[in-house]
């Protein structure tokens, strides 16, 4: 069973700072990983997606890398803002025999402090 | 606009009430699937569904039924709800997977269920 893990569980960073998100998983043989935030009561808000044969994808200030041999991705915030306060989630889905499940990680939650 | 939709957004019941918690989509996705999400657990998946009439179980599919009768539409289904229900819900949609490409996901804004 695929087992998605974040640390640090909590991160609290002053504005400006580059920060990096971790995300490990335990099985290796998965087909994609996307990175979410999610704002406090609200929904999920897509960030990134990275294919499993990528090794990183960019979007603005974020940056995800995959290695997917070792189970893990790293999300990379470049000059932190008190509006990147969120929590934030990796998720990687896995398909074979048929289904297509996703499983998530708990998610880093992050505050960046003016 | 894209977007997925879910109803209620709240919703206090009793034990035992049967309840149905809406789910539509407008980007023509055909991945569905649901979820949980509970302080310290994260989101788990209920169940899920890769086009109409096919669906399969997450890792938490019990107490809880779907359908997937049409492509837009993916009710989540409580038949007898009870207090170990209670959790923040959301629905959500993607392509049908291909390996490279983009299958990115999107999310409703959640559905708070309360079970008394």
Same mark, same amino acid.
């Given at each position: 069973k695929q087992e998605v893990t974040q640390i640090p569980a909590a991160l609290s960073v002053p504005e400006g700072e580059n920060l990096v998100l971790n995300c490990s998983f335990t099985?290796? *043989?998965?087909?994609n990983l996307q990175w979410f935030r999610q704002d406090p009561g609200k929904g999920l808000t897509s960030l990134l997606l990275i294919q499993s044969s990528q090794r990183e994808q960019t979007s603005g200030r974020l940056n995800a890398s995959l290695d997917k041999s070792s189970g893990r991705s790293t999300l990379y915030i470049a *000059?932190?803002?008190?509006?990147?306060s969120a929590t934030y989630l990796c998720a990687v889905k896995a398909t074979g025999g048929g289904y297509q499940k996703v499983t998530f990680g708990t998610g880093t939650k992050l505050q960046v402090i003016p | 606009e894209a977007q997925v939709t879910q109803n209620p957004r709240y919703l206090i019941t009793v034990t035992g009430k049967k309840l149905t918690v809406t789910c539509s989509q =407008?980007? =023509?996705?055909e991945y569905m699937s649901w979820y949980r999400q509970d302080p310290g657990l994260g989101l788990r998946q209920i169940y899920y569904s890769m086009n109409v009439e096919v669906t399969d179980k997450g890792d938490v599919p019990e107490g809880y039924k779907v359908s997937r009768k049409e492509k837009r539409n993916f009710p989540l289904i409580l038949e007898s709800p009870s207090p170990n229900q209670t959790s923040l819900y959301f629905c959500a949609s993607s392509p049908r997977f291909v390996p490279e490409e983009d299958t990115e996901a999107f999310f409703g804004q959640g559905t708070r269920l309360t079970v008394v």
């Open positions: 099985d290796s *043989a998965i087909y *000059a932190s803002q008190p509006g990147d | =407008n980007m =023509n996705h």
